[in-house]
């Protein structure tokens, strides 16, 4: 139970960044929606669910390519950005938890969801996404996070300090992960016997930012969200402080990403 409250109480997080989280978050490449596509064969206008669909991040760029989307999201101030970031397009924003929602009789090609999946009760996602799915339908999961290339940027092992002097560190065992190099839940997925794995890929891409746009960043995670005042001002004041010290004032992060596309057994 103690597992569940704290990825509620996290997953509850995000709705306080609202138009941060649109500006602050990355894009995901396009290679990442081009193969899904070549891999799925979505027929034109193929009606989609996105599971956390937050501001429309992922939403976006598969409605730009024709989709008929029905998005859920429980924070109401993610759905407010995400209605006006999506105006034009062929796209229905239901605030809701995608535990509690019922679609009644539709059924979708595709459900998918990206950095959103971990949120969802993991007794209830593979079923219900199976069962919103039309025969043979796909699902298909994908996130971005953290990596650390051999010739990444210097400046995230320093601040390491700083996360330690507040009381931040990374849990016993925590590793930093490397490009390409990233886990997977091939096991979980084929362990449901509602799936079949057809397709997983890497990705990695860098983005560099200035004090502010970092800090930004942070202010959407969960993890910072939550934090107190003070660990939030002691450890952005040593970002400012940092980069400040640089000749350009700026560092760079490197993301990385796993698409994993499966198919219904049924």
């Known amino acids: 139970m103690a597992v569940e ?42 009606s989609l669910l996105e599971v956390g669909s937050a501001t429309g991040k992922a939403t976006l760029p598969l409605a730009r390519r024709g989709f008929r989307i029905t998005c859920i999201e429980p924070g109401a101030a993610l759905v407010a950005v995400a209605r006006v970031q999506l105006a034009g397009f ?98 979980e997925i084929g362990a449901t016997g509602l799936f079949e794995v057809v397709d997983i890929q890497q990705y990695d891409w860098e983005i560099v930012y200035d004090a502010e746009g970092y800090i930004d960043l942070l202010n959407t995670f969960s993890g910072h969200i939550a934090m107190q005042d003070w660990q939030r001002d002691r450890l952005y004041g040593e970002i400012r402080r940092r980069l400040a010290a640089r000749p350009d004032g700026r560092l760079r992060r490197h993301w990385g990403g796993v698409l994993q596309i499966a198919r219904r057994t049924t």
């Open 5 to 46: 409250d704290d990825r509620e109480r996290l997953g509850a997080t995000f709705n306080q960044a609202g138009a941060l989280y649109q500006r602050a978050r990355p894009e995901y490449p396009d290679e990442l929606y081009d193969h899904l596509l070549d891999v799925t064969r979505l027929p034109p206008a193929a």
């Open 90 to 187: 062929d796209v229905d924003i239901v605030e809701t938890r995608f535990e509690d929602w019922d679609p009644g009789d539709e059924r979708f090609a595709m459900v998918f969801a990206a950095t959103a999946w971990r949120w969802i009760d993991p007794t209830v996602r593979y079923r219900k996404a199976a069962e919103l799915l039309e025969p043979r339908g796909y699902l298909a999961l994908w996130g971005a996070g953290h990596v650390f290339p051999d010739d990444g940027d210097p400046f995230f092992a320093e601040l390491q300090e700083v996360y330690d002097d507040i009381g931040e560190s990374p849990p016993p065992g925590a590793t930093f992960r490397r490009p390409r190099e990233l886990a997977d839940d091939r096991e």
